[in-house]
C-alpha cells in the first residue's frame, strides 16, 4: 500500500478557487493511477477526478469538468485537484486515493478500484 495525506481545503466563498494536494510515500509512486473522490454530509463517497500514472490519461465526473483539473507530479509523489468557481454543492470531504493496479479498466472508476486512500480534507464553500 501507499501512504497518502490531503492538504489544501479549507472555508472559501462561492466562486473562488482551491488546490488541494496529496503527498504520497510507500509504493512507487509513477507506477498506479490516482484518484479524488468526494463525500458530502449524509451522502455517500462520490467520484471526482483520476489521472494515469503516466498522465496521459485523465477521467472527470460529469458534475466537474470544466471547473476541476488533476494533475500529478511524480518527482515529488504528489497529485493535486484544482477547483476553480467553487458552489456551495462542492462542500465535502475531499479524498485522495491510489490504485491497486497499474490501469483501471473502467470509468468512473468505482471506489473499490483503489485500495490506499488518505485522511480527506475538508472543502466548505459558502454562498
Known amino acids: 500500500q501507499v501512504q497518502l495525506v490531503e492538504s489544501g481545503g479549507g472555508l472559501v466563498q462561492a466562486g473562488d478557487s482551491l488546490r488541494l494536494s496529496c503527498a504520497a510515500s510507500?509504493?512507487?509512486?509513477?507506477?498506479?493511477?490516482m484518484g479524488w473522490f468526494r463525500q458530502a454530509p449524509g451522502k455517500e463517497r462520490e467520484f471526482v477526478a483520476t489521472i494515469r500514472w503516466s498522465g496521459d490519461a485523465i477521467y472527470y465526473a460529469d458534475s466537474v469538468k470544466g471547473r476541476f483539473t488533476i494533475s500529478r507530479d511524480n518527482a515529488k509523489k504528489a497529485v493535486y485537484l484544482q477547483i476553480n468557481s467553487l458552489k456551495p454543492e462542492d462542500t465535502a470531504v475531499y479524498y485522495c486515493a491510489a490504485s491497486s493496479g497499474r490501469y483501471l479498466y473502467r470509468f468512473p472508476p468505482k471506489i473499490t478500484d483503489f485500495d490506499s486512500w488518505g485522511q480527506g480534507t475538508q472543502v466548505t464553500v459558502s454562498s
Open positions: 510507500g509504493r512507487t509512486f509513477s507506477s498506479y493511477p
